[in-house]
């Protein structure tokens, strides 16, 4: 009777092993497909319903927190976005007006600057209510990356705004300023640490 209570206490622990191992193949196969990436933040267009957003994005592919990153859906007017379970992840956010469109846009971290360049002497000589062709006079578009786009009047595209985010340095937290553009003309900036 022992050797038989020994045997089968073996084939489940066998079994649990199994089933585990299996589960995990589970897991990876449904996270398998899911990647959140710049190119796919890029390619979602405004004015797609939520609904199509989430599809495109892959967000029923996912669950907070898995590894391979994920999406999120508020339920009520946002999908949000992560490339990897990790801290400072890229993310992007995805705002839907009343309607249900897609107005707004933005990032951190999905894109970095080419070559960054911002000095504390750029952007002390941009002016509020320059126009977008005279902030890239001034500061280098190597140095920036567009960091959000939004229209607040969508489907209207007036009142567009668009924040740059420029950086001095590489790296997680560089020395760096925002333009804020709306409708072609700096109406905000802000700065840290730059020199």
């Known amino acids: 009777m022992y ?7 073996s084939v489940v622990a066998l079994a649990a092993a199994g089933a ?23 390619a979602v267009p405004f004015g797609m319903p939520k609904a199509e957003v989430w599809g ?22 946002s999908i949000l976005c992560f490339t990897t ?8 956010d995805f705002s839907f007006n009343a309607d ?25 000589t941009v002016q509020l209510g320059m126009t977008e062709a005279q902030l890239w006079s001034i500061v280098s578009q190597d ?6 786009e939004r229209y607040p009047n969508w489907p209207a595209t007036t009142g567009r705004e668009v924040n740059y985010y420029c950086t001095a340095a590489k790296g997680l937290f560089p020395p760096n300023a925002s333009f804020y553009i709306t409708d072609g003309k700096v109406t905000e900036k802000y700065q840290r640490a730059l020199s």
């Open 3 to 9: 050797q038989m209570v020994k045997a089968w206490r």
């Open 20 to 42: 585990a191992v299996l589960g995990a193949a589970a897991d990876v196969r449904a996270d398998e497909g899911f990647s959140f990436t710049a190119e796919k933040y890029s």
């Open 56 to 77: 495109m994005l892959g967000g029923g592919q996912t669950k907070p927190g898995d590894a391979a990153g994920w999406c999120e859906d508020d339920g009520k007017s």
């Open 85 to 92: 379970s990790s801290d400072y992840a890229p993310y992007g």
């Open 100 to 124: 249900g469109k897609l107005y707004s846009k933005r990032h951190e971290f999905l894109f970095t600057p080419k070559t960054p360049s911002m000095t504390l002497a750029k952007y002390n």
């Open 143 to 148: 140095s920036c990356v567009p960091a959000g």
